[in-house]
């Protein structure tokens, strides 16, 4: 579907892609490996590669034999694709002879089994909510996994030769994180009471009896990820008590709970060594993600010598001072890497972009702060361009854009992002805002925007634009605005809400309008992820509407853009039309086009294509 209202944006006829890029590379390198699985063995790592609007399953051998090039066996063939942030890795059954990995059809995710060697892929699970987190026993017999029923996430169990699945769970708290414990015994996980977005707990569940036992204290702090040593004596976990999230160990039965790193930083992910003497862990500094090692006995914390960026994933090669990671930055393309824990020395395992990516000269963003109207200092990345194109320099200035970020619980870090690089070649400065309620700064900065959506983090994205106007090459009139999702939400209520109306244009991606009816058609994580960051509306039916683009139409005065999928579970499409009606309404002057064979983010190349090709066009005929 396509919508008009007021004057259409056309093609620049002066305006040109910057030299050495053009969309069609941009979209291609946009084909990302992730979510990787070493196999216990130590022999094979799996992953998956977005390719062709799919996101197929790969493996790859760590000791390559004979002659032959050591390339990526494909798995799976049309697997649908999964945004790599919503994607979970494949899960090697004990033995390293078999994977288990989730798989869309008809909307829902279920779990399959496929042999090392490949072929057909075995169903295990065929139920109407998404089968998640699945994790093997030791004994290969059986898998237990996360799906939703009656309200609330629960744990199953399923054969692993297949048969009924049998619930594990039947109360009201939100389970995720099932984990075995070594000996098979017990499945160890983290739970959290509904509606209720500050406190987490683990729990451990003994096979045949009815009640999980909670082992963390219910101290109202978040208690997640539990992981288990090799030898099963004590479980690694993620806390955020000390106002970071930190790694803490306690005894398999709970007791003797101690914090056991103290690097101030918001730990993302950590991995056991296979001797359970050390744990490699991922930090979060200056929105970078360093490695460090740390040594269980005397919890010493050694920072491994590796380039700014985003290290993803760390886990361990059975028999090796090695780990295998993902790693990407502003200037490298998402590949995995195999990293010796004593030197950090890092040796490439894939190489899937294309040449003309791999060598373009990309910038590497700022990390900056700034001030926020009520004194918080906000984080942020500010991409400036390398030299203006030629023939493309404006006269009064470079444009400039604020980007804010999807979640809200997330982050922009020295990330790879194609898309954001092709528009600073282009010539605009972008600024990308780590607004209150972004994670990686500690926990009173993620709960910034507690029960306070669309309030202190919109000032923190108007806030921004005096960070672009101070900058001599931008010109304050050429102002624009662009956000996916909650970003595309912040977007609307950045052109409805700002009393300076310093936005030129908005472009909103998937983005709420209103967020009661997008509470009450959102799947179940969107739901959830609502209720425990602004309360029920039940509850809070003041702060829903106040908070609501919708509500504020009448006020936005600048030309909006809004791109949506059809099908996005998310943030449905409902959202997007009622705010096109509303904009019709009221005489706006907007573009609409909607994806019939899209999600939540555009996955086929062919949209992926048109959608950036019409952000383009909109932005420079309203901004260059």
């Known amino acids: 579907m396509e919508i008009y209202n007021g004057l259409r944006a056309l093609p620049l006829p002066d305006a040109a892609p910057p030299k050495g890029l053009w969309l069609e590379l941009i979209v291609s390198a946009t084909e990302r490996i992730h979510n990787h699985a070493v196999s216990p063995d130590g022999r094979h790592v799996a992953f998956y590669w977005d390719r062709n609007g799919h996101s197929d399953l790969y493996t790859l051998a760590l000791e390559p034999s004979g002659t032959a090039p050591n390339w990526p066996n494909r798995m799976t063939f049309q697997r649908p694709f999964v945004n790599w942030w919503e994607d979970e890795p494949p899960v090697w059954t004990p033995d390293s002879q078999h994977l288990v990995f989730g798989m869309y059809a008809g909307g829902v995710s279920n779990l399959y089994v496929i042999a090392r060697e490949g072929g057909a892929p075995r169903q295990l699970t065929e139920l109407h909510s998404d089968a998640a987190e699945p994790a093997v026993s030791p004994d290969g017999r059986f898998i237990v996994f996360t799906t939703h029923k009656d309200g609330a996430s629960q744990l199953a169990l399923v054969p692993f030769d297949g048969g009924w699945v049998t619930g594990l769970t039947h109360g009201s708290d939100e389970c995720a994180s099932p984990v075995w414990t070594p000996d098979g015994e017990r499945i160890l996980f983290a739970a ?27 101290d109202g702090a978040h208690y997640w990820a539990p992981a288990p040593s090799p030898s099963g004596d004590c479980v690694a976990l993620l806390c955020d008590r000390s106002g970071y999230d930190e790694l803490w160990l306690m005894a398999a039965d709970g007791s003797r709970l101690q914090q056991l790193t103290h690097i101030n930083q918001d730990i993302e992910d950590f991995a056991w060594s296979p001797d359970g003497k050390q744990i490699v862990v991922i930090g979060g500094e200056a929105s970078s993600d360093p490695l460090f090692i ?13 380039p700014l960026g985003n290290h993803s994933l760390p886990r361990w090669v059975a028999g090796r001072a090695q780990f295998v990671v993902g790693f990407d930055s502003p200037t490298q393309p998402p590949e995995l890497f195999l990293v010796d824990a004593i030197s950090g020395e890092a040796t490439p395992l894939t190489a899937s972009a294309p040449s003309a990516v791999r060598d373009y000269p990309f910038v590497t963003p700022s990390h900056i702060y700034y001030t926020s109207y009520d004194g918080w200092m906000i984080p942020a990345l500010l991409y400036r361009p390398r030299v203006m194109p030629a023939g493309q320099a404006p006269r009064q200035g470079y444009p400039a854009l604020v980007y804010p970020h999807g979640g809200p619980t997330a982050q922009y870090d020295l990330a790879w992002d194609p898309v954001r690089q092709y528009f600073v070649a282009k010539g605009y400065v972008i600024i990308c805002p780590n607004y209150r309620g972004s994670t990686g700064y500690g926990r009173r900065f993620k709960e910034g925007n507690l029960l306070n959506w669309g309030d202190g983090d919109l000032n923190d994205c108007l806030a921004a634009t005096e960070v672009l106007t101070a900058l001599p090459e931008v010109n304050p009139a050429r102002l624009g605005i662009w956000g996916q999702s909650y970003g595309g939400y912040l977007t609307l209520l ?60 009448a006020n936005i005065r600048a030309p909006l853009l809004i791109l949506h999928g059809e099908r996005d579970l998310r943030v449905p499409i409902h959202e997007s039309r009622q705010l096109v009606r509303a904009l019709k309404r009221e005489g706006k002057t907007f573009e609409y086009k909607t994806y019939p064979d899209e999600g939540h983010g555009f996955a086929k190349t062919a949209n992926a294509l048109d959608a950036l090709q019409r ?4 932005l420079d005929w309203h901004l260059l």
């Open 192 to 218: 959290s009471p509904p509606h209720l977005n500050r406190q987490t707990d683990i729990c451990a569940l003994t096979l045949g009896s009815s009640e999980p036992v909670r082992l963390t204290p219910g």
């Open 294 to 306: 740390v040594d269980v006995e005397s919890g010493e914390t050694r920072r491994l010598n590796r």
């Open 494 to 553: 950045a052109l409805a809400k700002d009393p300076k109306h310093r936005f030129a244009c908005g472009v909103c991606l998937y983005g709420d309008s209103h967020l009661k009816t997008s509470w009450a058609l959102s799947d179940h994580a969107g739901r959830q992820d609502l209720e425990g960051m602004m309360g029920h509306p039940s509850e809070r039916r003041d702060a829903y509407e106040a908070r609501s683009p919708l509500n504020f139409v």
């Open 615 to 618: 952000i383009e066009r909109f």
